[in-house]
């Protein structure tokens, strides 16, 4: 061992699962398991599936209400926040035990991680805030006011722009992190809840649970390009709803859970045409898609279960409990 690894080890020992340890390690480390995490709001618990038979590996206790999750850089640990008792717990993926505690603040919502992983921002309705918390000191580094009830938190891949829904507001707010401050708000549709990326980053999907669609929006110059409308037979428009979002690795296929259309659509990024409508439980929320594109996990808050997708044939294979009102999935592959 050289004396720079001995002192990057004694820096992770005394910070645990902070982010210097995080942006430090390398994801040659990380040993993918493909295991299935799914949050459970009710059940306060994160449940882990084996991602080859779909069976429960572990029961992860967690703290109040879980909610979104998301895999540090080095894919070693997932880091998991918490709406009722405002804390992020950080879940060591090995051991699929809690390590760390980071406190937040009540209403917390959706967060991202800055790209050298030093960093949370995340979203909070009570404050009507982006709040940032560094995860070395456990400190909140920054508060940016928003529109009401924001929700959507997303980075760029260069960590200096911030896109964040505000669901009163029906706008996505544009925010430079240097400064801190609100460089655009953008009108889209009813009620936006979640944001995806392109892999080009020339394009800002937004899903807009009240206006049954989706807002692309040009990150050149921050306009809305089109919207996508979504139509599914036998619900009325006020019964399509969609909130979560995924894109594949390749990029070229967007899916989108419908909400309680019970459907997730399938859009095809270049054309953004709707190519498949694929039924799964009640009120499809959280979804995430294998790095093969081979398997899509959705899960169903009403219906208190995840769908396994077959992408290739567009249809579910089987239908797993996870919980009461599960929330989000998240795929260590």
């Not at 995924?246 to 859970?257: C, I, N, Q």
């Not at 009403?302 to 009461?324: C, E, F, P």
Request: hydrophobic share 40%; proline share 2%; with cysteine.
């Amino acid at each position: 061992m050289t004396i720079n690894n001995q002192k990057h080890f004694s820096v992770c020992a005394i910070a645990l699962t902070t982010s210097l340890c995080l942006g430090l390690s390398t994801t040659a480390s990380a040993k993918l398991t493909g295991d299935v995490f799914i949050s459970s709001e009710k059940d306060n618990v994160i449940t882990v599936l084996d991602g080859k038979t779909q069976k429960q590996q572990a029961l992860i206790k967690a703290c109040k209400r879980p909610r979104h999750m998301q895999l540090t850089q080095d894919r070693l640990r997932l880091i998991a926040v918490c709406g009722d008792d405002g804390n992020a717990i950080v879940i060591d993926i090995a051991s699929k035990k809690v390590i760390d505690k980071i406190k937040l603040q009540e209403g917390v919502e959706i967060f991202d991680l800055s790209p050298d992983g030093k960093k949370l921002y995340f979203s909070n309705e009570d404050s009507a805030s982006i709040i940032g918390v560094d995860l070395v000191s456990k400190k909140v580094i920054t508060q940016i006011k928003v529109g009401e009830e924001p929700e959507g938190v997303l980075l760029t891949p260069d960590g200096k722009t911030l896109y964040a829904t505000s669901e009163v507001a029906s706008m996505v707010h544009v925010i430079d992190l240097g400064s801190g401050k609100i460089i655009k708000n953008i009108e889209v549709g009813k009620r936006p809840r979640r944001l995806a990326l392109t892999t080009d980053g020339k394009e800002l999907w937004v899903t807009n649970e009240l206006g049954a669609s989706v807002s692309i929006i040009r990150t050149t110059d921050n306009t809305v390009a089109e919207t996508l409308k979504f139509e599914a037979k036998g619900f009325r428009v006020d019964e399509i709803t969609p909130v979560g979002i995924t894109l594949s690795v390749d990029g070229k296929t967007a899916f989108v859970a419908l909400g309680r259309a019970n459907h997730v659509a399938v859009v095809d990024v270049a054309s953004r045409k709707v190519r498949n409508l694929i039924l799964v439980g009640k009120r499809a929320w959280g979804l995430a898609v294998s790095r093969d594109n081979a398997t899509l996990y959705v899960a169903n808050g009403m219906s208190d279960d995840v769908s396994v997708v077959d992408v290739a044939s567009g249809r579910a294979l089987k239908t797993v409990k996870a919980g009461r009102v599960p929330h989000s999935v998240v795929i260590d592959d």
